[in-house]
């Protein structure tokens, strides 16, 4: 990495010099660039590999910190009202956000459950409170204990929120409902579906890079000024190679993910090895007016082909089916291109690595499908759902592509490029 010097003042760490510099690294391919005024409603972006560098919006700490109110009062909403509902026969059965979670712990699905309970209500609200904390401290020009800690929490815990894609799981349920009963959409549905936008608003106004820079301008830590630097991850400073931590974030600093390689691999195998009972085996079976059908992923698709809701069944095999083996097959030939050197466009490759990185998570729509039904559909002798051994291993396929994403290193592939 390219040294950049700047006039050297006492750290707040004893034996380590701090000074600010005006530069901008890029967590895709680690090159440097000086740092320049962003205007409002703009973005930087990196010349090689297209990363976003930094985004800048107008007033954003005043619309964040409203934004994030109005999350606060959604979510109490959502998880205090009924959240949807199900008509049969003059039966009906009303259901909140968690009872889906509730009903896998009655039939002991207890990693499944613990899964759907982390993603779509332990982590927003861990979000929506970290963000209470960050954003109300710098509005009030406060540094409390641990707001570091809270800010690292906040940006690496976002990718495993999935609220958006468990309301899109509630529509495709409606529809497979459509035979059975009707539904009746709660106060907490629509409540969740503003939580989603307002979130979503929140990240885009949020200004990263002013809030670390807030915390402790500072951003160059060395303890020899001969030290090579490597970007911290977290907080964006240039820390030199013989400390272990950032003095900002306190956050671990390597030039390179450990074993990104071989962690990678090893996540992508047994994916690869879970994926094959995910798909051949029935994830759910159901029980009509006492005629039992199990189903596998691709015959609830098939039946959504057959009932004419073709939006909607093109939605379940590309997030259930397509996505997961591709996932796999481009992660393996990223991994391949790493190991071979220069082959192809790292520029173009790192584009891929980020596309699989964002849509992966969208697999998990037929485990929250299949979450909603059997938290919904229990009406005796007239219909009852029960989750299959497959939607556990399905699951698992989700979780360890997206733990191989993560733990695959996209500056590997520049290395490789370079290096030849």
């Known amino acids: 990495m390219k040294e950049y010097l700047a006039v050297a003042r006492p750290s707040r760490t004893p034996g380590i010099s701090a000074n600010h510099v005006d530069v901008i690294v890029c967590h895709g391919c680690d090159h440097c660039f000086d740092s320049v005024h962003c205007k409002p409603g703009h973005q930087l972006n990196c010349t090689f590999c297209g990363t976003v560098l930094q985004a800048c919006h107008d007033n954003w700490l005043s619309r964040a910190a409203a934004f994030t ?3 606060l009062v959604l979510f109490i909403i959502t998880v205090s009202f009924p959240f949807i509902g199900l008509e ?6 009303l259901s909140s956000l968690l009872s889906g979670v509730l009903a896998l712990l009655d039939r002991d ?3 499944l459950a613990s899964l ?3 993603t779509i209500f332990l982590l927003p609200l861990v979000e929506l409170l970290s963000l209470s904390y960050v954003i109300f401290a710098r509005c009030f020009n406060v540094k409390p204990v641990g707001l570091s800690m809270v800010m690292q929490l906040l940006f690496i815990t976002r990718p495993w929120n999935m609220m958006e894609i468990f309301f899109i799981s509630v529509l495709i349920t409606t529809i497979k409902l459509g035979d059975i009963a009707s ?4 106060t907490g549905l629509y409540a969740f579906a503003a939580l989603i936008l307002v979130l979503i608003y929140t990240h885009m106004h949020l200004d990263r890079h002013e809030l670390w820079q807030w915390l402790q301008y500072e951003n160059r830590f060395v303890a020899k000024e001969r030290d090579e630097l490597a970007a911290c ?3 964006d400073a240039l820390v030199g190679e013989s400390l272990s931590r950032c003095p900002r974030c306190h956050s671990k600093v390597r030039r390179r993910i450990p074993d990104s390689f071989q962690h990678t691999l090893a996540l992508l195998l047994a994916a690869t090895v879970l994926y094959f009972p995910a798909n051949l085996l029935p994830i759910m079976t159901t029980v009509q007016l006492g005629v039992e059908r199990s189903d596998t992923i691709l015959s609830g698709v098939i039946h959504l082909f057959e009932s004419g809701n073709f939006g909607i069944a093109t939605i379940v095999f590309v997030a259930s089916i397509v996505v997961p083996i591709a996932k796999i097959i481009t992660l393996s030939y990223l991994l ?3 190991r071979k050197g220069e082959q192809g466009n790292p520029k173009r490759q790192t584009f891929v690595y980020r596309v699989t990185e964002f849509v992966g998570r969208w697999s998990m729509i037929d485990v929250f499908v299949v979450t909603l039904l059997v938290a919904m559909v229990q009406f005796g002798l007239l219909a009852n759902v029960e989750p299959n051994g497959a939607i556990v291993c399905f699951a ?6 997206m733990l191989a994403a993560e733990t695959f290193d996209p500056r590997l592939l520049w290395d490789a490029h370079n290096d030849k």
Do not use: E, S
């Open 336 to 338: 391949w291109a790493i």
């Open 69 to 71: 109110v109005a999350g």
């Open 183 to 186: 539904l009746v959409p709660g």
């Open 88 to 93: 049969a026969a003059g039966l009906q059965h």
């Open 233 to 235: 991850h977290c907080c």
């Open 116 to 118: 759907v309970f982390v």
């Open 396 to 401: 698992g396929v989700v979780v360890l592509t």
């Open 109 to 111: 699905q207890f990693i």
